[in-house]
């Protein structure tokens, strides 16, 4: 599997963003997917995951701001992200991994190349 993220870029603050994440290969709705961001000198942490149904699940960090999604036919992932703050400021990553437990532990099978998120004050 491979996985293009897109749609990063600089916002203002309260502003929004739509991420995208396409994945090549068959087995995609197999996957768990999520979203992780890497802030400068910070380490990595995870943003959102949708399992291979409905299930989400955001960290209070970004409860009621973002929201994940995905859509089978098209083999991506979203991620909206609304009422962005100064601090959501990184490189996102989508990643895919077999289990719930991996995706948490930040183990993703397989990693997107990142897309950068720059909220001005």
């Known amino acids: 599997v491979q996985l293009q993220a897109s749609g990063g870029g600089l916002v203002q603050a309260g502003g929004s963003l739509r991420l995208s994440c396409a994945a090549s290969?068959?087995?995609?709705?197999?996957?768990?997917m999520g979203w992780y961001r890497q802030a400068p000198g910070k380490q990595r942490e995870l943003v959102a995951i949708?399992?291979?149904?409905?299930?989400?699940y955001t960290p209070d960090s970004v409860k009621g701001r973002f929201t994940i999604s995905r859509d089978n036919a098209k083999n991506t992932v979203y991620l909206q992200m609304d009422s962005l703050k100064p601090e959501d400021t990184g490189v996102y990553y989508c990643?895919?991994?077999?289990?719930?437990?991996?995706?948490?532990?930040?183990?993703?099978?397989?990693w997107g190349q990142g897309t950068l998120v720059t909220v001005s004050s």
């Open positions: 949708i399992n291979i149904g409905t299930t989400t």
């Open positions: 290969g068959r087995t995609f709705s197999s996957y768990v």
């Open positions: 990643t895919a991994a077999l289990s719930i437990g991996s995706m948490l532990d930040g183990l993703g099978d397989y």
